[in-house]
């Protein structure tokens, strides 16, 4: 049926209704309705249960700390009967502009939420809306907040992550750091003054143990070496025994160059016809470089014999290697 026939159509039965009504026609068989079909659609809604819908489904929003933010919440009937509703938010500091109400058919209601921002730079508040049926039997409707709190303008309270410190290659350690730990000492030693034809120079031999931490200025080494030679005037050969400990200090906090100070003590035994021994005292003096990751050290040293009147001064090169 199209407009025009729809519409002949209903003037027709009004011009029957008031027909009858003349005629002496009771009002109950005389009036009926005509219903379109947008009435017909109407009055099945309206006989649907109650069914709420809430807007936004989620939402975001910044503010700085000290201060409130507030959030709209839509409530929409999309049901036919009263839909009587209950609000409340999650976040136990915030406030809602009302709690309850009642909807009717295609009825709709704002409320707002108010949030204090409490926190510090950077921190998030979330929470949920949650409308729940005062009456009746519905799903309630949610609406998710979140809040995120930032720093005043100009302000550097949320300072960037410092980058961690890069960590030299493997390979380039040994210019930084004296390895610690035990070690072996080979190199020469020789008197640097004194009586020279009484006692030459010869090799020499230790151990040690070095506290050295990787960027660390100081440190020590305690040490045990063994100098040995030959007299090339007299049938003799002497042999010096150093035990004691030395400081050392880094040029620079990631230099390979130290510098060392130290005393020691040392025994000396002198095999001739008739077997000598004498016991004295050294100060040490030197430096040094790192070498092959630091697993390796160079060092020249001076020892400053307290008590040996052959010999009042010691000089030894020494290559050491730590395990």
Not at 152 to 163: L, M, N, Q, T
């Amino acid at each position: 049926m199209n407009v025009s026939t729809h519409g002949l159509a209903l003037r027709l039965a009004a011009m029957m209704c008031a027909a009858l009504t003349a005629l002496g026609a009771s009002p109950a068989f005389a009036q009926f309705v005509v219903k379109s079909k947008q009435e017909l659609r109407e009055e099945a809604e309206r006989a649907l249960p109650p069914k709420v819908r809430v807007t936004p489904a989620s939402q975001d929003s910044t503010a700085m700390a000290g201060g409130v933010a507030w959030f709209r919440v839509t409530i929409d009937n999309q049901g036919g009967q009263t839909l009587s509703w209950t609000a409340r938010c999650s976040i136990s500091s915030a406030t809602l502009t009302k709690t309850s109400g009642a909807l009717g058919y295609k009825g709709s209601e704002v409320i707002r939420v108010k949030v204090p921002v409490n926190g510090k730079p950077g921190d998030v508040i979330r929470g949920t809306v949650v409308v729940e049926p005062e009456e009746g039997e519905w799903a309630p409707g949610l609406s998710t907040l979140a809040l995120t709190i930032v720093p005043e303008p100009g302000s550097d309270s949320v300072p960037a992550p410092r980058p961690p410190r890069p960590e030299p290659p493997l390979g380039e350690r040994g210019s930084a750091t004296l390895a610690p730990g035990m070690g072996l000492h080979l190199g020469y030693a020789a008197p640097a003054a004194g009586d020279m034809e009484t006692f030459l120079g010869g090799p020499t031999a230790g151990v040690f143990y070095r506290s050295m931490r990787e960027r660390a200025r100081t440190g020590y080494e305690f040490g045990l070496d063994v100098v040995s030679s030959d007299s090339g005037d007299v049938n003799a050969s002497a042999t010096l025994l150093f035990a004691g400990a030395s400081a050392l200090f880094r040029t620079k906090a990631e230099g390979k160059f130290y510098v060392l100070g130290g005393g020691r003590l040392v025994t000396e035994w002198v095999d001739t016809e008739e077997d000598t021994g004498a016991i004295a005292t050294a100060l040490d003096v030197g430096g040094g470089m790192a070498l092959a990751g630091g697993k390796m050290d160079l060092r020249a040293t001076y020892s400053i014999l307290l008590g040996s009147g052959n010999v009042p001064g010691f000089g030894a090169v020494r290559l050491g290697y730590a395990f």
